[in-house]
């Protein structure tokens, strides 16, 4: 069902901004389907920020032009602003204050006054399971209940499109694996739109349908994270086969499957790359029961997002994170 601005909440066309000497963005262009959570992924310095802060209003490009819930970042920026919520990495709270007076104050600033706002605060607060603290100061907040309280502020006026850059950074698993849930069904039940910036490549493929990994200001992937990870050669079969087993029998008839590439063998393991790891397993279960080869186990790798990662930008995440281009 399209939203209100069309499918697309963010479309962003050939940005294009310098700082100097230093080409921040060189030509980026990417759409957000509406209702999506999409995550911007790169190295430091690969443009990130200052995407962010074109499609926020917060900075202007050098050419190029963004629409965000289908108004334009430079002609209508006070639209925009009304149609968003931002939740940067430095938390806006005032800390000695309690998390019902800021929420309040956030509503503020959107111009919400009365029973409108402080019924919206109160929503909000039992949403993100913060009723019970609601009336302590944020300074007695936990890391997680801190965070969540960042991603109510940018909710308080309702918008259809939310920026959040990096959600979980610093959140104990726990913490983390609400944050995740809350913002799924953000996504899910209110079609609210979600752009997610993260280092971590985790939080990328559980959360985001769709990815953009960007390089030097420009995008060099992109897809859902499934497709990325396709791109490579497909799934690893791995099969352990019981002491009595034929190697070579085995391994013959691993090879001789149609859609097996790369049949390598160590020990009694046949390692396989197959194109899709879920239908191959009981084909080459099949195979090998034909031959009378017994087998211990079989299990299926799917290749990770770090390889995906490392094949666009020649880089692995974990360094490329130390890395300042
Ligand atoms: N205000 C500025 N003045 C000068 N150079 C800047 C400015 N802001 C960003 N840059 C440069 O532009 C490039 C892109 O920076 P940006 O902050 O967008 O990257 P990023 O992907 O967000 O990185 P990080 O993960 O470190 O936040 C970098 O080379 C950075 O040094």
């Known amino acids: 069902m399209p939203g209100p601005f069309g499918e697309s909440a963010i479309k962003a ?20 389907p509406a209702g999506s959570v999409f995550g911007l992924l790169g190295p430091n310095g690969a443009g990130k920020s200052t995407t962010m802060k074109i499609l926020t209003t917060l900075s202007r490009p050098d050419s190029g032009t963004a629409t965000v819930a289908g108004h334009d970042v ?14 940067t990495q430095r938390s ?15 509503g503020r600033i959107h111009g919400m006054r009365g029973t409108a706002a402080r019924s919206r605060v109160d929503e909000l607060l039992e949403r993100f399971d ?3 603290a609601a009336d302590r100061v944020v300074r007695t907040y936990s890391g997680g209940m801190q965070r969540k309280l ?27 694996a609400d944050m995740w849930a809350e913002i799924a069904r953000l996504s899910a039940q209110e079609r609210l739109t979600v752009l997610l910036t993260t280092h971590y490549l985790e939080e990328a493929d ?11 200001g420009t995008a060099v992937a992109s897809g859902t994270p499934d497709q990325l990870k396709s791109e490579l050669r497909g799934d690893a079969v791995v099969i352990d086969l019981a002491p009595e087993a034929d190697l070579g029998l085995a391994e013959r008839a691993v090879e001789a499957m149609s859609g097996t590439h790369e049949v390598t063998v160590e020990g009694r393991t046949i390692r396989s790359r197959v ?5 191959a397993v009981p084909a080459v279960l099949a195979v ?3 031959e009378a080869v017994p087998v211990a186990a079989v299990t299926v790798a799917r290749p990770a997002l770090d390889d995906v990662y490392l094949r666009h930008t020649g880089r692995s995440f974990a360094i490329a994170g130390e890395v300042r281009v």
């Open 92 to 106: 806006g709270t005032d800390p000695q204050a309690t998390g019902r007076e800021n929420l309040l104050l956030a």
């Open 13 to 32: 066309d050939t940005l294009v901004k310098t700082y100097g000497e230093v080409t921040a963005l060189a030509g980026l262009s990417f759409t957000v």
């Open 130 to 132: 913060l009723t019970s």
């Open 150 to 176: 960042d991603v109510a502020m940018g909710l308080v006026h309702g918008p259809v499109v939310l920026f959040l850059d990096e959600p979980t950074t610093g959140l104990d698993p726990q913490a983390r």
């Open 288 to 290: 090998l029961e034909r």
């Open 74 to 87: 430079l002609r209508e920026p006070n639209e925009v602003r009304r149609a968003i919520g931002v939740v």
């Open 275 to 279: 194109d899709n790891g879920a239908s």
């Open 206 to 216: 559980h959360l985001a349908e769709r990815l953009l990994i960007v390089d030097r």
